[in-house]
Nanobody
Framework: QVQLVESGGGLVQAGGSLRLSCAAT????????MGWYRQAPGKQRELVAT???????NYADSVKGRFTISRTNAKNTVYLQMNSLKPEDTAVYYC?????????WGQGTQVTVSS
């Protein structure tokens, strides 16, 4: 089992920055990849960024050049640095962890970008 706890969301003006954190506990040695997803009201959950055990990253086109995903050497915490935020980035952001057989989700953290 893996437990995920996100933090760092909040309200920010357009053009501002936020950093999200996700701390993993439990069977973290089983984690192959971690990532961030988001879900805006009335929309489906979508991928924002992922990072695998080799530190290779993947980003949604809508956030490339603005968001950066990283993880600690212990690989138990993943971060999402969000710069140049836009109102369309407003959503609940969820942390995800993948093991060989399971997918785990955090409870989500709200990010609101005002225009």
């Amino acid at each position: 089992q893996v437990q995920l706890v996100e933090s760092g969301g909040g309200l920010v003006q357009a053009g501002g920055s936020l950093r999200l954190s996700c701390a993993a506990t439990g069977s973290i040695f089983r984690i192959n990849a971690m990532g961030w997803y988001r879900q805006a009201p009335g929309k489906q959950r979508e991928l924002v960024a992922t990072i695998n055990s080799g530190s290779s990253t993947n980003y949604a086109d809508s956030v490339k050049g603005r968001f950066t995903i990283s993880r600690t050497n212990a690989k138990n915490t993943v971060y999402l640095q969000m710069n140049s935020l836009k109102p369309e980035d407003t959503a609940v952001y969820y942390c995800n962890a993948l093991t060989g057989i399971s997918s785990y989700w955090g409870q989500g953290t709200q990010v609101t970008v005002s225009s």
